[in-house]
């Protein structure tokens, strides 16, 4: 179906019954998209990209496949990673935009009352893990593209659809490696969003391994061993104790409250009738963007190690597992927030905000190299409305269909001749 060409009104007006009028096959997408298991952990991801890659060949679209080398995955601990680039090339003289959204999923879980790889349609609204994050912008952003194509008038630039597999274990192996092997430079980012809001800037995230080493020793001796399980108590109640002082910090960034923390795993020992001789702790320390997380990270080790310092027999190693940078507005981000605030006045009949948030996403990487990046796409007025990461994920349709029409027709802003 192609749309002739006429005024800018006449355009979006078409762009947008365009989207209604295939809104059942964006549907039937969505579908097929959730019903691929992409668990991570284990992270074995390559097929989904490989079935991604297929059905947009059905559009008569290329995508380029870009593994990441196995051993690289591994290290990682993941399975496999193939991630997408779709480039869809206009007229000379325009900006390239990129869509971003990440096809990995956190695993389903328990309590779920519709099968979390069903795609379950009930009373308008879709069931299934990744419908909301992010699974629900491959098909947002794909039908958005298609419908700004179905224009007969001219467009300059480009779009690129970045469809990676890495944003549940921190993205470095998914936007972060199409950046680093520089196969994409985009002018402008809209990452995968998951409200109505648009997100401009989010918080940093801090992880570590802290690994205490004692000694094991008999039960009926506890003498004759050094307590990692003591040991680790003392570090855990310095970290918890932190907590009263950063909720004193406050950001400046709408949507972003103060710094938190926690530790979020502990495992150790051997037996109950064993004096424990390793305790290995996970944390996560959020940092809000006014924060420097070089200052933070070694103060955090500071505070691990004072406080075991001079117990006998007790080491302590400590392991970066991810530093996610924030997430702030760059000059270009602007434009991207009032083109999308315009367009969804027009398409929602009501305002939208843009702020912060205390998450932390994959935009972030695109920010790192002077990319401007925001987060918008299908979703409902709140997080937690969504589910997302939890049981009986879900997306209501109707929200589906204005995203897309959002998205579309801020592509024809920036894109029509």
Same mark, same amino acid.
């Given at each position: ?220 001796? %506890? ?5 990692? /399980?003591?040991?680790?108590? #003392? @570090?855990?109640?310095?970290? +918890? $104790?932190?907590? &009263? ?112 948030? %205390? ?5 972030? /990487?695109?920010?790192?190299? #002077? @990319?401007?990046?925001?987060? +918008? $796409?299908?979703? &409902? ?37």
């Amino acid at each position: 179906m192609k749309i002739e060409p006429g005024t800018d009104m006449d355009a979006q007006k078409k762009i947008t019954r365009w989207i209604d009028a295939h809104f059942d096959e964006e549907v039937a997408f969505l579908q097929a998209v959730i019903r691929i298991p992409t668990d991570t952990p284990p992270g074995d991801n390559a097929p989904h990209a490989d079935a991604v890659a297929a059905m947009v060949e059905a559009f008569g679209w290329r995508a380029e496949k870009h593994p990441v080398p196995a051993q690289a995955v591994h290290d990682y601990g993941m399975q496999s990673i193939t991630n997408l680039i779709v480039r869809r090339l206009y007229q000379p003289g325009g900006p390239t935009i990129a869509l971003n959204a990440h096809g990995d999923v956190v695993p389903p879980g328990e309590g779920w009352t519709h099968p979390p790889y069903g795609g379950v349609v009930e009373d308008g609204v879709m069931y299934g893990r990744a419908a909301a994050v992010s699974k629900g912008d491959f098909a947002t952003f794909i039908f958005a593209v298609r419908a700004l194509e179905a224009l007969t008038m001219p467009l300059k630039g480009c779009v690129e659809l970045h469809f990676t597999y890495d944003e549940e274990f921190g993205g470095l192996l998914g936007p972060g490696y199409l950046l680093e092997q520089q196969l994409t430079r985009p002018d402008f980012v809209i990452a995968a969003g998951f409200s109505y809001h648009i997100v401009t800037a989010h918080n940093a995230c801090l992880q570590l391994e802290v690994t205490v080493h004692g000694k094991s020793g008999h039960g009926a001796m %506890p003498e004759t061993g050094h307590d990692a /399980l003591q040991a680790a108590t #003392g @570090i855990l109640n310095a970290i +918890y $104790g932190e907590l &009263p002082a950063l909720k004193k910090k406050r950001s400046s960034v709408a949507g972003i409250d103060s710094p938190t923390m926690l530790v979020g795993r502990i495992d150790g020992g051997t037996n109950t009738n064993v004096v424990p001789g390793k305790v290995v702790m996970k944390l996560d320390r959020r940092m809000i963007p006014e924060e420097d997380p070089v200052a933070v990270e070694v103060g955090l080790r500071a505070l691990i190690e004072h406080a075991v310092h001079g117990m006998p027999g007790i080491r302590v190693e400590i392991r970066r597992l991810l530093l996610s940078h924030a997430l702030r507005p760059l000059p270009g981000c602007g434009k991207l927030v009032a083109s999308l605030q315009k367009n969804a006045l027009q398409v929602m009949g009501e305002a939208i905000s843009a702020h912060g948030t %205390p998450l932390y996403a994959d935009a972030r /990487l695109y920010g790192e190299h #002077g @990319i401007p990046a925001v987060l +918008y $796409g299908a979703g &409902p007025r709140t997080v937690p409305e969504s589910h997302a990461k939890k049981a009986d994920e879900r997306l209501v349709l109707d929200d589906l269909r204005k995203a897309t029409k959002v998205v579309a027709l801020t592509l024809f802003d920036f894109l029509s001749a």
